[in-house]
């Protein structure tokens, strides 16, 4: 572990109010995760990693307590400064990949890219790039409705590399893949951990993925117990 | 660009709903600038009606001739005036007439007039006086015996074609005037006013009947456009002093004409509005559709780094780009169906009494003024864009969490 964490989540509660009674999704929780690490949350359903992985992914805030990204504090930032944070330093592998349906897959990945403002022509070669190491240069034209699941998911890790975040999130990488291409997806992934040193942070419940992971946090009823 | 293209692609994904809003735009424009160009039309014949029925495009009397009608408010030197004027950018040519109230009497009616001396060449270069002659003929330049009068006064005192009549007034020296005349022809000007109090005799033989010598009551100018009237006003006021002259428009002497364009007017913007508020209801609605269809979507797309303001951006894009369109279809299909009527126009033969009142036409021809349409333009794409803007707000401040959970 290097002498500055990552990110650090001190004391946080999450508690969601709606029109029936609070329900406190995550109670007191601490922990600390360093640059380079391959962590996994596991726990049963409710148990609050989906939440924890939310507010590392600064898509949410804290109902009290602090967390800190590279250093910053964001419990406390607008919406506009959260943005920002996840366009530059985070990268989001979503449970149903969540591509852009209109957009082919290049241009998917190319995305991000846009929103910090990389030329056409730059953005063009660098996803280009990413999308061969993936071994889908040849599908880069086509629609997401147009790729397999296993396809929809190199695009999505694509999606979330090719910006060089600090930290990648994912959230049930694997719930709908098959296992053979589950696996495949978890060696894509330890390969970059290992060959780049980028950060990967997922929640799951498959023991297979969880046994992957470099480090496992689990948890129960909103609380890390171990 | 990506933006654009984003936006692009966006809009095309449901064509069905796409379609639908481009033609709410098209089809409330297009009927927008059918009115606009229905009663710029209507106004616009109105005027020229009025241009051409009588008054021309300037008059200039004697100080106080217009109200008094006294037959002693002679144009003083008129030969300066008409030399000045002739000079004047715009000008085409003039017609001078001599005026005043007058009895038209038979052996069993009489009825008060307003009898006016025109020189029948000169007129025919000013107004269209010779083509509303329905019965009969136009009067002959040396018939000192001859009278237009319009219908509606021939059908009261129950005369004809040929018949005789009596003309009584003031002369200018204070006697009593009168001399018979035979009725030359009987227009009908479609003109309530025209036709039922308007008298015409020769100005040569209303000189004499006042006693007026050469002088004359009234000079019209014909103009080659009313868009010039103000500068010819201004350009030939300095030999036309206030004290001793009156100059006045051809909407100065019929201010109804305009009164009634400007009601016309208030009225159109009256139904721009509605029409804009239908719009305004159908382009809400397609966007809040889009963007609740879109709600998982757009929290990737927040979650992903695009900031709240660029998801704003794009959903008002996608809205321009269809107004667009339905402004371009609108734009389309608006002039040409002016254009169609602007040609074949639109006929009420059976309004004629309704319309004689106001100088209006029994068929209109549609013509629409660029300036009406590039209001209805813009205030359609203000309005349009400031209520999507509602839509658009509420997708920037989505929660990415509650977005992409949202089933």
Known sequence: MSAKPLVQVRNISKTFTG???????LKDVSTEIAAGDFVAFCGPSGSGKTTLLNLIGCLDRPSSGE???DGEEIAHYDQGKLSKLRLHKIGFIFQDFNLIPTLSALENVEYVLWLQGVSAEERRR??????????????????????SRGQQQRVAVARAIVHKPKIVLGDELTANLDHKTGATLMDFLKELNANEGITFVYASHDPVMIERANRVIRMQDGAIVS | MFLLKLAFLNIGRNPRRSVITVLAVGVGLAALIFLWGFSDGTNEQMRENVIRLYTGHVQVHAAGFEKALSPELIIPNRETLLKEASKVPGFVTYTERAKCEALLGTSERSRGVLLMGIDPAQEKTVTQLEQYVREGAYLAQDDKRSILIGSRLAKRMEV????????MTQALDGTLAGYSYHIAGILHTGSQQVDEI????????????????TDTHEIVFRLDSRKHIEAFIKAFRPFVSEKDYELLTWD??????????QWAEAIIQ??????????????MNTVLMSVFERTREIGVMLALGTSPGRVIKLILLETIVLELWGILLGLAAGYAVVGYFGTAGIAFPELEAAFSRSYMSTVTYT???TIHVVQSVITLLLLTTLISLYPAWKAGRMEPVKAIYHS
């Not at chain 2, 004809?160 to 003309?167: E, M, Q, S, T």
């Not at chain 2, 100065?252 to 364009?261: D, F, G, R, S, T």
């Not at chain 2, 009256?270 to 382009?283: Q, Y």
């Open chain 1, 19 to 25: 029109n029936s009674l609070p329900v406190h999704a």
């Open chain 1, 126 to 147: 660098r996803a280009i790039e990413v999308c061969g190491r993936f071994g889908i240069e040849k599908l880069v034209d086509r629609r997401p409705s147009q790729l």
């Open chain 2, 252 to 261: 100065q002497i019929v201010p109804e004409v305009e009164q009634w364009a």
């Open chain 2, 198 to 213: 308007a008298a015409y005799i020769t100005l040569e033989s209303a000189q004499e009947l006042l006693g007026l010598g």
């Open chain 2, 367 to 369: 013509r629409v003024e």
């Open chain 1, 67 to 69: 967390v800190f990204l």
């Open chain 2, 160 to 167: 004809a074609v040929g018949d005789k009549l009596v003309v």
């Open chain 2, 270 to 283: 009256t139904i721009l509005i509605a029409v804009m508020v239908v719009i305004g209801v159908s382009i």
